[in-house]
C-alpha cells in the first residue's frame, strides 16, 4: 500500500495545472512528430533536449513521458493512411490497417489503435508501478562489480539485438564507448583521445551527440531517400467503431499488452519483436485466418497493443537498473542525466517525488492521448501535407539552435553536423545508432565502477565474478543472447511470412521492413 500512497503524491504533483499542461503539450508533440514518416520518439526527445533546460525537472521528464507514448502512438497512422510504416514496429499496422483503410474502414483501424495504446500503455504502467520498487529494492544492495556485471550486459545484449548484424552493433557500441571516454581522465588527469584539440579537453556534450546522431542523422538520410511527388495518402473513412469491431479487438488488446510488456523489459526484446510476437499469437488464435493480410482488425489491434506495452516495459531497467534497452530510452536517460539524476537501485529513494510524478504522468498521458486521438485523427492527417524540404529544414535549425545553446560554443555546431554525418553514414551502411548513444552514457559509469571494484580488491581480477551476483547475472547473460538470438528469428520467420502474404502494391511495407530502427 505505501506504493500506492507515493503514486497518489505522484498524481497530487503530475495534475497539477502547470505540469497537466506540460503533459498535454509532450502528448500532443508527440502525437504530431510521429505522425510524420520517418521521424520517431528518439528523435524528437533528442531534438527537444537542449530547450528545455530551463524548465525544472518535473516539467521536462512529464513532457518526455508524453512526447514518449506519444509518438509511439503517432506511428499508427501514417502506417494506416499511408501504408509507410516510420519504424519497423510499425510493420504490421501498415499492412493490416493500410488494408482495412483502403477498403473504406479506416475510421475502425485508427479507433482500434487509439483505444489499444490506451489500453495496453495503461497495463503496461501498472506492471511499471507494481514491479519497478521491488526490483529496485533488490538492486540497492548491488556493488561496484555487480554493476560492472550489468553494464557487459548492457552492452552486449543490446549492440547484439539492435540491428541486423551483431558485428555492426559492437562496432556501433565501440564508437560510442570511444566518444564517452574522450576528454580528462578525472583520475590521472590527463587527457584521453583529444587529438590535442583544446576543445576536446572537456569531452564531447553528450546532448550534442545525441541531437548530431538521431535528429541530423536522421534528416539527412531522409533528405538523400526523399520520396518525389504526392503521398498517397487514403481518406479516413467508414464507421468509427462498431460493436462487432470492440467484441474482436478487446481480447486481442489485452492478449498484445501481455506479450509487449515482458518483452520489453528485457535487453532480448523491443517494440518491433513484440508487434510480430503478437501478430503471430493473433493469427494462431482467430477464427476468421482468411481476413489477415486483407485487413483484419485483430491484426491492427494486439500489434498496436503489444508496441505500447512494450514502452512501458522498457522503463523498467531504465528506472531501476539505470539501463536503456531502446534507442528512446537511451535519450531519456540522458535527459535524466543533464538534470543531475542518475537512475538506478537508489532512484526511488532519492528522487522518489520526481520518479512517482513521473509515473503518475504516464496514466494521465495516456488518457490524454486517447481525449486526444479520437477525435483529433483527421487534424494529424494535415501535418502529412507538409512539404518534407521545410520539414527537415526546420528540424535541422532546431537541432543547431538546440546545441548551441547547451554551451553557447561554434565548437558544439561544429562537433553536431560532424557527428550527425557520422549518424548518417551508419545509417546508409546498416550500423544501428543505439549501441553508440548507449556505450557513450554507459562507458564513463561502467569504468568508475570497474576501477572501484578493482580498488576494493586490490586489482585482483577474480573479483569481477567472486560474488553470487555476477554468476547469475554473466549466466543470465548467456540465456538473454540465446533468448535474443530466438525472438529475432522468430520474429524474422513471422516478418517474412506476413510479408509473403502482402499484395503486390504493399512495397512501402517491404521497404519498411527492411529499414532498421535507430
Known amino acids: 500500500m505505501g506504493d500506492f500512497a507515493l503514486l497518489a503524491d505522484g498524481f497530487a504533483t503530475a495534475l497539477n495545472p502547470v505540469y497537466l499542461l506540460y503533459a498535454l503539450l509532450g502528448v500532443t508533440v508527440g502525437t504530431a512528430v510521429g505522425v510524420l514518416p520517418g521521424i520517431g520518439p528518439a528523435m524528437t526527445v533528442a531534438l527537444l533536449l537542449p530547450l528545455t533546460y530551463t524548465l525544472e525537472p518535473e516539467a521536462a521528464l512529464i513532457m518526455f513521458a508524453g512526447i514518449y507514448y506519444g509518438g509511439m502512438y503517432g506511428g499508427s497512422t501514417t502506417s494506416i493512411l499511408l501504408n509507410t510504416p516510420g519504424e519497423s514496429a510499425s510493420i504490421i499496422t501498415a499492412l493490416e490497417g493500410n488494408a482495412m483503410a483502403r477498403a473504406g474502414r479506416g475510421a475502425a483501424a485508427l479507433a482500434t489503435a487509439a483505444i489499444g495504446s490506451f489500453v495496453a500503455g495503461t497495463i503496461g504502467t501498472l506492471l511499471l508501478t507494481l514491479l519497478a520498487p521491488r526490483l529496485a529494492e533488490l538492486a540497492v544492495g548491488l556493488g561496484p562489480r555487480d554493476f560492472v556485471a550489468l553494464m557487459v550486459v548492457a552492452f552486449l545484449t543490446v549492440a547484439a539485438v539492435l540491428g541486423g ?4 552493433g559492437l562496432a556501433s557500441l565501440g564508437l560510442g564507448l570511444f566518444i564517452g571516454l574522450m576528454g580528462t581522465d578525472t583520475l590521472t588527469g590527463q587527457q584521453r583521445f583529444t587529438f590535442g584539440l583544446p576543445a576536446l579537453a572537456d569531452g564531447i556534450d553528450v546532448v550534442v551527440v545525441a541531437v548530431g546522431f538521431f535528429a541530423v542523422g536522421e534528416a539527412l538520410l531522409v533528405a538523400a531517400r526523399m520520396r518525389r511527388g504526392p503521398l498517397p495518402l487514403v481518406p479516413v473513412s467508414g464507421s468509427w467503431f462498431t460493436r462487432a469491431d470492440l467484441r474482436r479487438s478487446w481480447p486481442a488488446w489485452l492478449r498484445g499488452s501481455l506479450v509487449g510488456f515482458p518483452v520489453g523489459t528485457i535487453p532480448a526484446g523491443g517494440a518491433d519483436v513484440a508487434t510480430f510476437l503478437s501478430y503471430g ?44 534497452t531502446s534507442a528512446t530510452a537511451a535519450v531519456i536517460l540522458v535527459a535524466f542525466q543533464s538534470y543531475g539524476i542518475d537512475p538506478g537501485p537508489t532512484l526511488f529513494v532519492d528522487e522518489g517525488p520526481l520518479v512517482w510524478a513521473l509515473v503518475a504522468s504516464l496514466y494521465v498521458g495516456n488518457l490524454l492521448l486517447l481525449v486526444l486521438n479520437l477525435p483529433l485523427a483527421r487534424v494529424w492527417v494535415k501535418l502529412l501535407q507538409i512539404p518534407r524540404p521545410y520539414l527537415y529544414a526546420g528540424i535541422l535549425t532546431f537541432a543547431a539552435l538546440g546545441s548551441y545553446s547547451v554551451g553557447a560554443s561554434t565548437t558544439d555546431l561544429v562537433l553536431l553536423f560532424l557527428l550527425g554525418l557520422v549518424g548518417w553514414v551508419m545509417r546508409v551502411h546498416g550500423f544501428p545508432v543505439a549501441p553508440a548513444v548507449i556505450g557513450l552514457i554507459l562507458g564513463p559509469l561502467a569504468e568508475e565502477n570497474l576501477r572501484r571494484a578493482l580498488q576494493i580488491s586490490q586489482g585482483d581480477l577474480t573479483t569481477l565474478v567472486a560474488s553470487p551476483f555476477t554468476v547469475v547475472v554473466y549466466s543470465s547473460l548467456v540465456v538473454l543472447l540465446a533468448a535474443s538470438a530466438w525472438l529475432k528469428r522468430r520474429a524474422r520467420r513471422l516478418g517474412e511470412t ?21
Open 165 to 168: 548484424s551483431p558485428a555492426r
Open 281 to 324: 499469437l493473433e493469427r494462431k488464435v482467430s477464427r476468421r485466418k482468411q481476413e489477415f493480410g486483407k485487413g483484419a482488425i485483430e491484426g491492427v489491434a494486439g500489434p498496436e497493443a503489444a508496441n505500447n506495452a512494450a514502452a512501458a516495459g522498457v522503463l523498467v531497467p531504465l528506472l531501476t537498473l539505470g539501463l536503456p
Open 498 to 518: 506476413v510479408l509473403a502474404t502482402a499484395h503486390a502494391d504493399d512495397a512501402p511495407v517491404k521497404a519498411g521492413a527492411e529499414r532498421e530502427t535507430t
